[in-house]
Every structure is written in structure tokens, then in C-alpha cells.
């Protein structure tokens, strides 16, 4: 069964991106007011006008719009493709379904449940999966199934094996929130939707282990956090959001640990409300916010 | 003679606003394209999609721009004034005529005069007038006009028309870089054109003289200073832009004082940098921000 | 039974203010030496140093501490005392013990009792009282004993005297995180204890009640949240600890709410951690935060 | 001639650093009583109270401070020496001298002659050293001597001896405000003065040359500055202050320049300030900031 959002009924949501060329906010305009759509928020990119990528994200309402997809779907291919741009058409009211995976901190994880349940996220959350259970009781109080896979050391073929049996058909996009595992390559090909994790250190700076240890080491005067797409390449996926707080000498590398996991919380929570409201762009190692 | 920015030529910006409908943004968006314009950047907002109020900025490459204005300006009075709409077209190669009133501190001044000749700010200075002399060396060297009128107590009318003999014709808005005197509402209408202020509190907060002192008083954790649009009403104009910045008990009236000195510059360059954009609609006592 | 926290067993913390004087801070110290104290931090501040207010506060750490606190205090009695000065010796491993009282909103309530848990406020919670009941199941699952005191309309007495009588010798300090209901003075007489408000703007902007309606109606850029020690006058107690939030005109007065509750719940947090760790004197209508 | 700045007259400020024993606060606190003076300001930390670093410092007032200098000094030799303490007493009624080495960008060079004019930086400012001219006419017209020393290409022997000789004992120390040559080691031992640089990056966040394209090649949310002490080790140097700014997709390098300035110049600004005021103590590749 779909969980729909009744205050975005009959709201969808248009991404186009491709070669930037004259006309195309026009045409895309058209397209929305002939098949009976009205444009309540427009948001619209080109890195260059001249031989540019061009990006736009369109919301609009548009009565009986599940019965009226299907015909606005055969007008952008007929319409839209011919430019040579991609289009994406999703029904707000549909709510993603968003999986969490965690390790034994739990503040970027509770974060994430308490905004969905105040009903700042607009997903379902079909599960948390961890390989630790320090979690679990928490996790079930909100209502939501958890799952323990355990780590097993070196070789991660079965672990990840399990989890994607877990995900696979369930959910439209992972989140990391503070998993401390490395995934491997073929995981992210396996599960095949978008995964989001949450880095604590202020990207590229402190890449890999231990970024508090290390911001103590160098002496800065700022810690941060950064939300990202995960990729092959570690720490090194399209950058959704980030943030800063400051800290002093006096601060011990603990200290650094406890005020960055605001900044943490903060900044994946963004990350994923944005991700989940289609406001999201991936351009190569880019990302695009609307 | 009118000074034109390379970088902006055949550049238009468009501004529509009135009651919100559904279709303003494709018959927008087709004007300009069979006008020959090409989309570069749109903005648009709706304050309630039924029944509420409907803004739209766009920025359009249209090659020999000057030359197509006037018939631009017949498709727009023809399509989209019937529609109940406000617009207002501008050349962006063409910089608005800012005139800077200012009393003894020179800090908002001499921000304004330097991001100015950093390019930062696309606008003509044609003159800086002041009620005192200390600041006339500073602003000659910059190769702008200072023209000095003294106040004269509590009957304003004599300065006031000076001012006004000054600025007539001459200047498309009008920037009050801390002139401490308070404009007459006759002056405010003869003038004719926006004026901007920087108020160095965060309004509502401190309204009227000495909010520093107030501040300090008050035993605020934050100071802040708040750009804003001139009304008839002191302090209660539109606002343009804010910040704040920290402090703590060990700040006197005159440290914070100093620490809100770089809060209002920058909140002040940013306020002036959107408006000579044409980035800010008014719409009663609120800005929409583009 | 007191709770002990272990990591800072054997540290004092005295706070010391009156007139300054010359000679303070080598008097006390050497107090503290004398008594086989070894000074951890200090921090001190003077409003003026001829004629003003003096402010001190340091940790020292002392072998036996809990036996050696009332020799210390004679010896404070005898050559602090007589300087005019007021003195306030705390063990730092016995935990202030806090009290909450709680509406409907739920989003300060939980911040504090995770951040409790995770160890961040070194505080116990003897009862959280609430108006209303939708917040029992969560507060209990914290462990945290919840009491229903229902508001009986224009009649305070009822209530404040059955939440005088849960509070009476229970707690150190009241935090009231989103108590919607205004406390008489005979209630904050007869408790006797501090009591930590979270207000939801920046103050003295936007003083009463529902400020983020009246932010949105301003048309603010920035919207704030205060935390101040509660007296007779509403929302005019000295304020401990304040911060802000970027938002735009784009948000509903529901979206400022949204975003407000981050900015409260971080703003509470960290007066009640300073509060609790004895960080904030008080003076006069003033704080100052160590 | 030395420069006094009358409101400081008769204020001294004295820095300890060394390893932390029992004591030291009660010590110097007393050997500044017995000498006349009396603690206006009193820092202090200590990162490990069993066998760390222990690190102070202390404003006092004491009446003819000149004349009593030397037998404040003799003490302190003879009862906080001993102790195995490095110590440093100034007389904070004495500018330092700064000099201030630029490129062909002004931003940071104008930010502290200016803040220098409003009495904002407790410095004189003997000289400004370029490799270029174009900031010859802004330098002078703050009334400071302006030196052009070209850049002679890979053998930078000449153009550093040059500017050895120009400020060889007339400086305390040395600002690199956006200036584009490394400088050798040799340089760096002659002078023998502090050497503080500003980074156009958030360090160590993209070390070296051109920090803002790779920041747009990254797609970091935020840019940030770093004004650091200057070592052999190119932009490795102890960080003394930090702060970063928001950007988005729709900025280029160059607005990501052109807002960098102004994070730049605050940084560097703060960052002179404070070591100017003696309020920055280095330890190993560390500051501690008071």
C-alpha cells in the first residue's frame, strides 16, 4: 500500500536536466499549462548559457494528477526527449521509503526518527539495519523495524549480502548515518538506489578515520560535517550539504566528538529532507540544490 | 551618458508581480522566447497558489537588446498586463545611479565605495552628500563628487531642499550609509526614488536611537544590524537583509559597537549588491528576495 | 543517596563576586593553595576596575574534597567574607538535580533528556511535570518519572500549588522547555530554586505571545530563540544564552516554526549545561557566562 | 620615538607557559600583588593537569609601570623561573610594529590600514612592502611609507634580501596580507619576528596554490580562510583563527573569490588583532587563544 501526504496531493514535482539551449523553460511551461498542471515553484540552473548544462525543477499541481501521469509522461517523451534533455516526474504525495543504516552512535540515527515522526521528513522508513543492537529498543519505539546484521570481520561478502537481501525492492534510497563500515563496490551496485552519508569532518579536509583526532592535531579553529552521496571513491561523492561550528584550544578531541554530532545531526537531516523532496541534482561529482 | 557593463550587455531583467494564476510562467516564458530572449535565470514565488500574490524575476540573454525593448515592453503591455500583472523591464548592462547620505562614521561609506570600485556593486556613484566634512578626503580620493550640507537644527526644510536640489534627475536610489538625521515624509516623497537604510540593531529589536547602549542595557548574547527599505514610519520599512554576530558579557556599549561596525557593512553591501540587482520586490511591508 | 559522577570526583568549583578590589585573585588563590587545592581553570572578569562588580570562577581540584569542604569554607568565611565579597563552594561530582516542565511540544523536552543520557548534562531529573499527557510514554521511556498537573483555566493556585508540592526539596533548578502556561510570582517565591526559560524569538524582539506569526508578519530575515532565568516580568529575566537562523520569504509562519525549534532546542541546551556545570552568575538583569 | 596609546598607559601584560605544577595561579597571582598591581584580566589553561602544559596570561594595572618593569622582571626570575616557566611581560601601552607584505590584491591590506586608522589594532605600521605598485597611492594615502621589491623570478635571494634590510629591527613582527611568494627558509630566520599569512582556504582543506577552483571543483558548500603563523612548512603552520561562508552550486570560482575576501579579510583581521594583544600563545604546531 502507498502512504500518500495529503497536503501534497496532486502536487508533482519535474526534474530536467541536459545541454542548455534557448527555449527550454518555455517549452517545459507550455508542456505543465497544456496538460492542465499549474507551476507553484520553478527553480531553474545553466553552469553556462552557451553549450552549458542546464537544470530545472518545476512543482506543480495539477487535479487527479496519478489518472493524468501516464499522458503528461507520453507529452515529455514527445516533447521534452527530442531536446536531448532527461526528465523525472515523481507524485509529492508518494513519500520515499528510506532506509538507515547505523553503527553504535546514535544521534544522526535519532535525529532522523524524531523529524519523521514530528513529520519534517516527507519518507516512510521501512527499516534500520545495524551490526551492533545497542540501538534496537529505541529504534522499535518509534515504530520501526530493525534489523541486526553483524559485521564479520575482514570478509564482508555475507554481511552485505544479508543487508541487500533486507533492502532489495524496499526502499528508494539508504542513509549512513554513521555506519562504520566500508561498502563495497558491488554493495552499491547491488542495492542500485542513491545512498547518503554523513562524514564528520568538513570535506576534503580529514578524509577516512578519525577526523576529531585529527582536527585536534592540526589545531583548527572550526570542526564540521559533511553529507555526501556515496561513491566507489571514499569520501570523495557529490557534496549535498555542510556545515561549520567553532571550537578552541580547550576543546579536547572528546569535546570536538560532542559538539560535532550536532553539527553532524544537522546537517544529514537537511541532506536527506532535501533528497527526499527531489530538490537534489547529481552532476558528476556535483550536486545541484534547489 | 549612459555607462554600460560589458559583462551585462543584452542582459534584460524582468519583474512581474500581482495576483498569483495559474499559466503566468509559460505565457512569461513564451513572450520571451518568441521575442528572441533566452532564459538565463528565474525566480518565482507564490505566497498562497489560490488567491495570494505572484512574483517572478527572470533574466534573458536577448541579442541587440536596446534595440528590442520597445517592442518587448508592446508584448508585455498586450499579454501580461491583462492578466492583472505589474511588470518592469530593465537593461542589466545599464548600472543604477546610487547616491550615498552619510554623517562622521565612515565604515558602511567606505565599504560601499570599495566593493564598488572591486566591481562588486553594479551602480554609478554620483555624488556622496553629508551633513559633515570628515569623510570628504576619503570619498574624493574614490573620484566621487562630495557634496557637504550642513543640518540646521530642528527645522530640516532648508538641508532638505538642498538635498533634494542635489539629487533630482540624478540618481536612481538612494543609500543612507549612517546618516544619523531623520528624513521628513515630504522629503521622502519628493525624492521620488528607494531609499535604503542600514539600522545598526536587529530590528525589531532596539528600535530608535542608541541601540548599542540598549543592547548592553538588555544584556544580549548577539548583536545585530538590519537593512531595510525607508518608510514614513522610522525602523518599520521593509527589510531588506540581517545578521547577527556574538558577544558576551565582557563587551562594553562601545565594543559592540565596533563588533556591529563590520555586521552593518556587510549587511548593508549585500542589501545595496540585491537591490542595484534588481533582486528585491516590495510588497507591502515585506521583501521577496531573489 | 547523592549521584556521583566520577570523572569529577574530588573538583570544586567556587564562584566569588562583589566589589572589586585590588588583590582578589591572589587572595583566593592562594586560599585554594593553601588548602591543598590545585587551581584546573579560573576565569574573572570586572566590569570596571576602579569601583565595579568582580566576577570569578575556578575549578580547583582537592584529594578528599568532601572532607575538607567545611575547613575551606571557614577559612573563605574568614578571609573572602570580610573583602565584601559573596562566595558559593559546589562539589562538581554531585549533580544538580532538574526539574522540567513541558506542554505539548516535545522538541526541547527530548533533546534535554538524550543529551542527558549521553552523558552532556551533568544534571539527574527527578520528574518532568507536563499540563498534558502526550509526552508521558517518551519521558518514561527515558526513565524520568512524568507528573500530570492539568492547567484549571484562569485559577492558577490549584496547579502551581501541586507542582510546588512535587518540586518542594526535590530539585535544584526548574527548566520549563515550552511550558506554555505563566507562572505567578507567589509560585516562583515559594519554589525558591532558578527557573530556565526557552523563548521563542530573539529577545527583546517580539516579547509575548506567539512570536513567529509576528516574525513572519515583520518580515524578518534571521528568526531566534532566547533562554533566560525567569522572573516577575515575562520575558524580561536575564538572558543566558541566545542564537539565530537564516530564513527567507519564501517561509510560512509554519516553516519558521520548523526551523525555530532547532534554534530552541540548542539554544536551551546549552544554558541549561552552562547552568548545571555553574558557569552563569547573575547580575543584576545581566548574566555572566563563564 | 616609541608610540604610547594612552588608555592602556600603565598596563602590563604577562604570558606564562611551561609544565603545570600546583601552585603557579596562587604564585603569580601573589608576586603581581607584592609588586603593585592589580589582575584586570586573567586567562588560563592547562591541557593536562598531570603533566601537561600550563599556559596564562594576565593584564594588570600598576602605577608608573615603566620604572617598575625592571624589579617586576627580577622577580620573576627569581620565583617563577625556577618553577621551569618561560614567562614574557610587555608593556601594553607600546604598539607593536607591523609591517605588512601585499601582492596586487588589496582587500586584506585596506582592512588593516583602516581598522588600523579607527584605532582598532594596537599596532604602528612602519611600512607596506609589494612586488607591485598598484597599491602604492591607497598605502600612502594612510600616511604609511609604501616599498615596491619586484619579484625577480626563481631567484628570490635578491628581492628577500631587500626586504630583509628594509626590516631588519623595525618590526615585531610581519604580515603576509594576500602576498603571492613563498618565502624561504633562510628569509624566515633572518627576520627572526612572527610571520602571520592568511589562507584562502579553510586548512588543511586545499593546501597550496589556487584554493577557490579546486573548492568549485570539489563542490563544497562552504569556503572558508585560515590565518595562520608562518613555518617552513608551506600552509602548515600553527592556525590561530578560522571562519567559513556559504555558497552554492550557483557560484563561480570567481564569486567563490569574491566572497572569500571578505571571510579573508575578517580572519586576518581577528588574527592580527589578537596577536597584537598578546592573546596568542603558540605550543609546538598549536595556538592557544585568550
Known amino acids: 500500500m502507498t502512504v500518500h501526504t495529503d497536503a501534497l496531493r496532486d502536487h508533482a514535482c519535474l526534474i530536467i536536466h541536459g545541454p542548455d539551449r534557448p527555449g527550454i523553460v518555455a517549452a517545459v511551461s507550455a508542456l505543465i499549462t497544456r496538460n492542465g498542471g499549474n507551476i507553484l515553484a520553478l527553480d531553474q540552473y545553466s553552469d553556462d548559457p552557451i553549450g552549458g548544462a542546464f537544470f530545472q525543477r518545476v512543482v506543480f499541481h495539477r487535479p487527479d494528477l496519478q489518472a493524468a501521469i501516464p499522458e503528461i509522461e507520453a507529452d515529455l517523451a514527445k516533447t521534452i526527449t527530442p531536446l536531448g534533455l532527461e526528465w523525472r516526474l515523481t507524485d509529492q504525495s508518494i513519500p520515499k521509503r528510506m532506509a538507515i543504516l547505523v553503527s553504535t552512535s546514535d544521534h544522526c540515527l535519532l535525529e532522523l526518527l524524531w523529524r519523521h515522526r514530528r513529520g519534517e521528513l516527507p519518507v516512510t522508513i521501512p527499516m534500520v539495519i545495524s551490526n551492533h543492537t545497542n540501538t534496537a529498543e529505541d529504534v522499535r519505539s518509534f515504530g520501526v523495524p530493525f534489523f541486526h546484521v553483524p559485521s564479520q570481520g575482514p570478509d564482508k561478502a555475507g554481511a552485505e549480502a544479508e543487508i541487500v537481501k533486507l533492502l532489495e525492492g524496499n526502499v528508494d534510497f539508504v542513509v549512513l548515518a554513521r555506519y562504520m563500515q566500508i561498502l563495497s563496490d558491488s554493495f552499491l551496485e547491488q542495492i542500485g538506489v542513491p545512498v547518503i552519508n554523513i562524514h564528520h569532518s568538513f570535506l576534503p579536509a580529514f578524509i577516512g578515520a578519525a577526523p576529531y583526532r585529527k582536527a585536534k592535531e592540526r589545531g583548527v579553529k572550526l570542526i564540521g560535517a559533511t553529507s555526501h552521496y556515496v561513491t566507489k571513491d571514499l569520501d570523495e561523492g557529490p557534496i549535498i550539504e555542510q ?47 534547489f
Do not use: F, P
Not at 556545515?243 to 560535532?260: I, K, N, P, Y
Not at 550536532?262 to 561529482?285: K, P
Open 243 to 289: 556545515d561549520t561550528a567553532r571550537v578552541d584550544h580547550s576543546h579536547s578531541a572528546a569535546d570536538l566528538q560532542e559538539r560535532g554530532a550536532y553539527v553532524e545531526r544537522a546537517v544529514l537531516s537537511r541532506a536527506v529532507q532535501w533528497h527526499a523532496q527531489d530538490r537534489v541534482i547529481r552532476h558528476g561529482n556535483h550536486t545541484i540544490v
